[in-house]
């Protein structure tokens, strides 16, 4: 009977993760391309990318299971993907860079590169500011560039009006 018991709780803490994701949670959410209003419950996060090279790939850990995945190629500027309200914790785990090799080989993984930031609570519609990669120095830091802020609203105004800027200022 422990036996049964111990295979039971074995095989269910790995679900448990999986069934605490915020509701609306996606794994693989798509940035925002065109200027469209954001739907009810949703958040903005905010990706940057400075300097000399672009990103590719970019997993963000978060409190419960599974990563949130975003591919999309970008230099440069900040992205705004839409993200469920409910997420905690989130923040950076690795990144690829744009015209480098990566996936894997069996389970060894080659091209991804870590990287850190403070994690974040999504704990109301808003936008939340992730961190700037800088590509070719396979860091983050915490700031947001000013100018691709305000690039940044000028392409999204419909997306970004009556969102507050949770953990940043606007230019």
């Not at 995945?69 to 900040?78: E, P, T």
């Not at 091209?111 to 403070?118: K, M, W």
Request: charged fraction near 15%; glycine fraction near 10%.
């Amino acid at each position: 009977m422990l036996t049964r018991r111990l295979l039971l709780t074995s095989l269910a803490l790995p679900l448990a993760g999986c069934v605490t994701t915020a509701p609306g949670f996606e794994m693989y959410p798509q940035p925002l391309l065109q200027d469209q209003p954001l739907p009810p419950g949703k958040a903005i996060i905010l990706i940057g990318a400075d300097g000399l090279g672009g990103v590719d790939y970019v997993q963000l850990h978060h409190s419960s299971m599974p990563a949130i995945n975003i591919r999309h190629m970008f230099a440069s500027q900040i992205i705004a993907v839409p993200v469920a309200v409910g997420i905690r914790g989130l923040r950076f785990q690795v990144f690829t860079r744009s015209g480098q090799r990566s996936g894997y080989i069996g389970s060894v993984g080659f091209g991804y590169i870590d990287i850190r930031s403070a994690p974040i609570d999504i704990d109301r519609p808003g936008l939340y500011f992730i961190g700037t990669i800088l590509p070719a120095q396979d860091r983050a830091v915490p700031e947001p560039v000013p100018a691709q802020l305000t690039s940044l609203r000028a392409r999204l105004p419909k997306a970004l009006e009556n969102l507050e800027a949770v953990n940043f200022r606007w230019p």
